[in-house]
């Protein structure tokens, strides 16, 4: 209940104060496990890109937006949930598997941070780790906007696609997993040409 409302009124809100585009609706399994990755332009992207999807997508939200307890409630209510960066968090990792085997849709950005523009530096290997572990299809998109009120808003959801699962016993080195991440990062970032 509570999330409709807001995916509602955040709609709303984005159709009255920018000129939305949202392309490859049709590219959005309609269920089963999916992993959503996503650039990161803006500290609006999980709510823009939630709000305008049927299904339910659970972000991981960095630990610090929890702090505040009024939107760390939102957060939640919303089925999103907490991780460490950079801190190899165990337990989001364990929430994201366990969403997926429930047929879930978990969303994150790869990049780990807002990242106004394509920047390789800026990848994380637990986004490859998650979906060679996972064997879930990647649903890539891309986010492209200036944030200025009123400007051109877009959103394009591009074709699903699954990495080369690995073996429990197989290695995965980190290296080869930064490498996985900027495969992914570089379909993000073609779907909004950059």
Same mark, same amino acid.
């Given at each position: 209940m509570f999330?409709?409302?807001?995916?509602?009124?955040?709609?709303?809100?984005?159709t009255?104060?920018?000129?939305?585009?949202?392309?490859?609706?049709? @590219?959005?399994?309609?269920? &089963?496990?999916?992993?959503?990755?996503?650039?990161?332009?803006?500290? #609006?992207?999980? *709510?823009?890109?939630?709000?305008?999807?049927?299904?339910?997508?659970?972000?991981?939200?960095?630990?610090?937006?929890?702090? @505040?307890?009024?939107? &760390?409630?939102? *957060?939640?209510?919303?089925?999103?949930?907490?991780?460490?960066? &950079?801190?190899?968090d165990?337990?989001?990792?364990?929430?994201?598997l366990? *969403?997926?085997?429930?047929g879930?849709?978990?969303?994150?950005?790869?990049?780990?941070?807002?990242?106004?523009?394509?920047?390789?530096?800026k990848?994380?290997? &637990?986004?490859?780790? *998650?979906?060679?572990?996972?064997n879930?299809?990647?649903?890539p998109?891309?986010v492209? #906007? @200036?944030?200025?009120?009123?400007?051109?808003?877009?959103?394009?959801?591009?074709?699903?696609?699954?990495?080369?699962?690995?073996?429990?016993?197989?290695?995965?080195?980190?290296?080869?997993?930064?490498?996985?991440t900027?495969?992914?990062?570089?379909?993000?970032?073609?779907?909004?040409?950059?």
């Open positions: 999330y409709s409302f807001a995916r509602f009124v955040l709609r709303l809100y984005f009255l104060f920018y000129r939305v585009t949202i392309t490859g609706e049709e @590219n959005i399994p309609e269920k &089963g496990e999916v992993l959503l990755y996503a650039n990161h332009p803006s500290a #609006w992207d999980m *709510l823009l890109i939630a709000c305008h999807m049927k299904r339910q997508v659970h972000f991981m939200a960095k630990v610090e937006l929890y702090r @505040n307890p009024i939107l &760390g409630f939102i *957060l939640k209510k919303l089925g999103a949930f907490p991780v460490s960066r &950079g801190k190899g165990v337990g989001s990792v364990k929430t994201a366990r *969403l997926l085997d429930e879930e849709i978990v969303g994150l950005f790869p990049e780990g941070t807002r990242t106004p523009k394509k920047d390789p530096k990848r994380k290997a &637990g986004a490859a780790m *998650l979906a060679h572990h996972s879930a299809p990647i649903l998109v891309g492209k #906007w @200036n944030k200025k009120i009123f400007s051109k808003l877009e959103v394009v959801f591009g074709k699903p696609f699954v990495l080369s699962p690995k073996e429990e016993s197989e290695h995965v080195s980190k290296e080869e997993l930064l490498n996985s900027q495969m992914i990062m570089d379909r993000i970032y073609a779907l909004i040409g950059q």
